[in-house]
Each structure stands twice: as structure tokens, then as C-alpha cells.
């Protein structure tokens, strides 16, 4: 591995509100009884629990972490689950996660309360054969050495508690991992790495690569979730910092190579688990999901959030016989789920989930090229003469807009491709945020809340910020100066840009820019509008509910070119589809 520094500050210290009931170091093994219950807001257990607290285990440079295990009260061998983060081991149960599921509307007493956040739920997995392994790692807590943040080191740390559970005298030998978002992307790095004893990975959506999908993604710099997430980072030393990184590297160098995993060496069967609509996670898992070496690899795109996806019980049993397959070795048919189930979001209460095909897009998608008209404000299939339109780029509502009706049912699936022509007046630089969304037959704007708390509250924190609660449409940025392609990358579907450098505007100088938007699957009835927004600004605001949203660095107007030799154009997969559900 290549010896790169990454940028460091001091990790926290703890306090109550990330306390669990089980916090605090204690090393040793105690029987939770079938019944008990960490408090009267989470479900009592359904088995007997071993609970091994505060485990010490060695990593190869000698280190030494601690972690938890939960494991069913029995003589067999049983497979191993590991949920990786720096969330803390114990903590499922503290307030603020417990402040955070109550404002989502998710129901407490659906969990057992000893589940890491973002975790799989020991209750449920030690009932079913399996021990759920949850770590503080390196850094964090009580564990030794200085925090490593999503790179290649921290796979390797996670591949070496992975062999460690393949060889406890109570494990099976074949080991899993699940959970949401930190515990997706942990699990991309460690399975890159291919510890042995790896049998499977549940990634449940999450990024893929760190400059692409957070820190500098179209190449502006978005610090919002990533100062949140400096406070994740409780222990006794240092913690890696991604934004003194990307200060230092704003370009997409070799550090930034080390925050991306090697998706061909991921070899072990995967059920990839990702949503159109998560602000953070959408691009990340898609790309994991399509880039990685596993010929056993199954994608399932729900129409929710992911952490009350996750713990639905129709959910947690599809995982269970993918888990059944692959780490017991039972005979259930698993391979007979389609490779993909996608959903058709309708945004009126009617969403289509769980749709079987080979591939995404489906194979009936017929990508289509819809071309801009900026005398018109339109989007068609024929492209139009030359024209241009302008915003003012220094104000929020400065944009312009392309708008198109359809005449029969249509569905628009895959990955949205953008080509802009466009020109920036007063500057040497833009940066352009683009936005597809659904419009109902009056030409009304179609949303949807994507958690159970559906509230006059939910709706007004999500009107400009909590994207991760909504969805709005399929979205994309590019700052001009960051548009070189990286054409060994670059698909027909999806423009990967090489952001290995930076090449100003000249006066006057009209570039072509290629925006890889959001993939979604959107249903337009005959009559509704499909709606391309572009503008000078994030109009969907920061990533959570507090997460301040990025402030573009633009300039004087941005000029949109149209039709002739600068035929800008939006390219979608189409298909057609039953009005009726059944």
C-alpha cells in the first residue's frame, strides 16, 4: 500500500447523550435471559444472549481493539455478522440515537436496543443461529491507536477482526457483514481486501468513493456532512480528517485513490441493498453494486430510507436466506432471486417495488436522447435551432428550466446522462447543479417523504435541507473547470469525470459539460411533465437534518447554448409500462 499521510485532529471525549446501557469498559461474559430488556421503549429478547464484552483483539501491526459479541446460548458452531463503524459498540440504545429514530417516526420497540447504530439487531440474528460482533475500531473509544476514516487501512483492520471471528472456538468459520451507510462503506474496503474467512457482505447503501460522493463531489466542495461526522469520532488519540485532506488535496490524487476501494477484488457473493433517493449513499452504491468482481452479486433499490428499510421484518428475512446461503450453507433457493428488484417511484402513493430483472436499467429501457430548447423552454426528441437562455448564478432561484409533457404512460429508468453547453458571462468558472423531477398534469411539483414521520414539521425541514428525508428527483453537479472526462472510465450511461486537474474558462469559451446524475425510475402518467431544472445552486440543501448546505463559488450569469453546433441534451432510459398495478 502506498505511504500516504492523512491529515489528523484530536479525537473527542465521550458524554451521557452517547452513553448506551452497556457502556463503559468492563471486560468479561455475561447471560442476558430470554425477556430481558435494556428499557421499557425496545423489545424484550426472544433467546438467551452470551454478551462478551469488551474482547481484545490484536491487529497485524499489534494494536489492540475491543469489541463486543452477542451469541445465542448454544454447543453449535455459528456463522458471524459484523457490524463496523466507530458509532460505538454499545450506544444503539443512547439518546441521541434514540432522539434520532423518534423524529423519523421509526418505532423503538421494534429493536432490541443492543444493536450498534446502523447495525443488525443481535435479538433477532442470535434467535436465528448467528453471533453479531460489534467493534470499536482503532481509535475510537477504548481501542488503542489513532482513527483511521475510510481508506485501505481501515479494510485492512476490518479484514483482521474478520479472520479473528473465523477462528473463535464458537464460530463456524464463515463470516458476514451488514448494516447501513459507515457499515456499507467499511465493508467495501475490508471485503476488498479478502480475509478468508469472509463468506458474504450486505452492503446497505452507502458511498464508494469518498471525493466523488462527499467531500468534493462534481468537484465543489461540500464540508457539510463531513463536519458533522467529525463528531462520530470518540477515543484517547487522533482521528483522520477529510477536510484537512481535501484542503490539502483538491484534486483527486493518490490519497484520494486510497478513499475508494478496488471493486475487483471484491469476490464474495454481495446483496446490495440501495434507494434513487439518498442524498449521500445513491451514486456510491449503484457504482459498488456495478463495479464489483463478484459473479454472485444481487441489487435490491427500495422506495424508502434505509434505516427504516432495513429493519422491516419482511426485509430482515430476506437477508436471513441470503445469510442462510452463504454462511450455513442451507439449500433455500436464494439463487433464485432475481439479480435485480428495482422500484418505480409514482411519488402519489402508488410506487411499483420489487420489479425482477437481469440488469439495471431493465432490459426493456430504451435510452433516449431529449434535447434542450432554450427559445422554447422545452425538452423533444428532435433537436432544435440555436438558441440560448441565462440566470443570474449569485442568487438561490437563479436558473432556467426545460420542460416536457408525455402522451402515454412512460417510465424513465437508469442513470440520467446530461450534456450541457454553457458559457459563463463574468467569470471563469461555474458551478451548475442540475434537477429532474416529476411534475403532476397542472404542472405541480411532485415530492415525497421517504420515512414514517410524514408530519407539517417533516415537510418544512425538508423544504431546503434533510435531503437524505426526501425525495425530489434525480439530481447532479459539475463545477466547469472540473469537466475532463476520464474516458477508460466513462460509460455511455455514466460520465466519470478524472477531477486530476483544472482548466479555467476563457472569455466566451463554450464548454461542454457531462453531469452523471442520481439513477431513479420515475413513472409519468399521460399528461404529467418531466421537468429539468439548472441552476447556480444546491436548492436541496445539506445531507441531515443540520447539515449546512455547500455555498457554490459563482459569478455574474451562466449562458445555457441549445440546438445547432451546441445541441445540449438530456439522455434517460424509457420504457412503457400498465397503468394499473395489477
Not at 476501494?261 to 441493498?273: C, H, L, M, Q, R
Not at 422506495?303 to 426485509?315: G, Q, R, S, V
Amino acid at each position: 500500500m502506498k505511504d500516504i499521510t492523512f491529515a489528523q485532529l484530536p479525537a473527542l471525549p465521550d458524554n451521557a447523550t452517547r452513553q448506551g446501557l452497556f457502556s463503559g469498559f468492563a471486560a468479561g461474559s455475561v447471560t442476558l435471559p430470554k425477556g430481558f430488556r435494556v428499557s421499557d421503549k425496545f423489545a424484550p429478547l426472544p433467546v438467551d444472549i452470551i454478551l462478551d464484552k469488551d474482547v481484545a483483539v490484536t491487529l497485524r501491526d499489534g494494536t489492540t481493539i475491543y469489541t463486543d459479541v452477542l451469541r445465542p446460548v448454544s454447543d453449535e458452531k455459528v456463522p458471524v455478522i459484523v457490524a463496523w463503524s466507530p458509532y460505538g459498540k454499545s450506544c444503539g440504545n443512547a439518546p441521541q440515537y434514540d432522539d434520532l429514530f423518534s423524529l423519523l417516526g421509526m418505532d423503538p420497540s421494534i429493536l432490541s436496543g443492543l444493536q450498534k447504530f446502523e447495525g443488525p439487531d443481535p435479538a433477532y440474528w442470535c434467535a436465528k443461529g448467528y453471533a453479531v460482533c460489534q467493534p470499536d475500531p482503532r481509535g475510537t473509544y477504548n481501542s488503542e491507536g489513532d482513527a483511521r476514516w475510510w481508506n485501505r487501512r481501515e479494510g485492512e483492520d476490518f479484514h483482521d477482526l474478520v479472520e479473528w471471528c473465523g477462528t473463535q472456538e464458537w464460530s463456524n468459520g464463515k463470516v458476514g457483514a451488514s448494516g447501513n451507510s459507515y457499515l456499507t462503506v467499511s465493508q467495501w474496503f475490508m471485503a476488498a481486501e479478502r480475509p478468508a474467512h469472509l463468506a458474504a457482505i450486505a452492503p446497505w447503501e452507502g458511498m464508494s468513493d469518498i471525493y466523488r460522493d462527499l467531500i468534493l463531489r462534481g468537484g465543489i466542495p461540500d464540508y457539510g456532512f463531513s463536519k458533522t461526522l467529525r463528531n462520530a469520532y470518540i477515543g484517547k488519540n487522533q482521528r483522520e480528517d477529510l477536510i484537512l485532506d481535501a484542503d490539502a488535496h483538491p484534486l483527486r490524487d493518490e490519497l484520494w485513490e486510497q478513499r475508494a476501494p478496488d471493486f475487483s477484488k471484491i469476490d464474495v457473493p454481495a446483496y446490495v441493498v440501495a434507494s434513487y433517493s439518498n442524498s449521500i449513499h445513491t451514486p456510491g452504491t449503484f457504482r459498488g453494486w456495478r463495479d464489483m468482481g463478484s459473479t454472485q452479486k444481487w441489487l435490491r433499490i427500495h422506495a424508502t430510507m434505509e434505516w427504516p428499510d432495513y429493519y422491516i421484518e419482511e426485509h430482515q428475512a430476506d437477508l436471513l436466506r441470503f445469510f442462510d446461503r452463504f454462511l450455513k450453507d442451507v439449500d433455500n433457493g436464494w439463487e433464485d432471486t432475481p439479480t435485480v428488484r428495482y422500484t418505480l417511484h409514482d411519488l402519489e402513493g402508488a410506487d411499483r417495488t420489487n420489479l425482477p430483472a437481469t440488469q439495471f436499467p431493465p432490459e426493456q429501457a430504451v435510452a433516449t436522447q431529449y434535447f434542450q430548447d432554450a427559445s422554447t423552454s422545452t425538452l423533444g426528441t428532435e433537436a432544435p435551432s440555436a438558441a440560448t437562455a441565462s440566470y443570474d448564478a449569485t442568487t438561490k432561484d437563479g436558473c432556467v428550466e426545460f420542460a416536457m409533457t408525455v402522451e402515454k404512460d412512460t417510465a424513465f429508468i437508469g442513470y440520467p446522462r446530461l450534456r450541457l453547453f454553457a458559457q459563463a458571462d463574468g467569470s471563469n468558472d461555474m458551478d451548475i447543479f442540475v434537477l429532474l423531477q416529476k411534475l403532476d398534469a397542472d404542472g405541480r411539483l411532485m415530492e415525497q417523504i421517504t420515512i414514517p414521520n410524514k408530519s407539517p414539521q417533516m415537510q418544512q425541514m425538508t423544504r431546503e435541507g434533510a435531503s437524505i428525508l426526501s425525495y425530489k428527483g434525480s439530481n447532479g453537479r459539475l463545477r466547469a473547470s472540473m469537466r475532463q472526462l476520464d474516458t477508460d472510465k466513462t460509460t455511455d450511461d455514466v460520465p466519470v469525470h478524472s477531477f486530476d486537474r483544472v482548466e479555467k474558462l476563457a472569455s466566451g469559451e463554450i464548454v461542454a459539460l457531462d453531469f452523471d446524475l442520481f439513477p431513479t425510475g420515475l413513472l409519468l402518467y399521460a399528461g404529467q411533465q418531466l421537468r429539468l431544472i439548472v441552476g447556480g445552486y444546491n436548492t436541496l440543501g445539506g445531507a441531515m437534518p443540520g447539515t449546512e448546505n455547500l455555498v457554490p463559488d459563482n459569478h455574474g450569469r451562466h449562458v445555457i447554448h441549445t440546438g445547432g453546433d451546441h445541441a445540449s441534451f438530456l439522455r434517460i432510459g424509457t420504457m412503457p409500462f400498465a397503468a394499473d398495478p395489477e
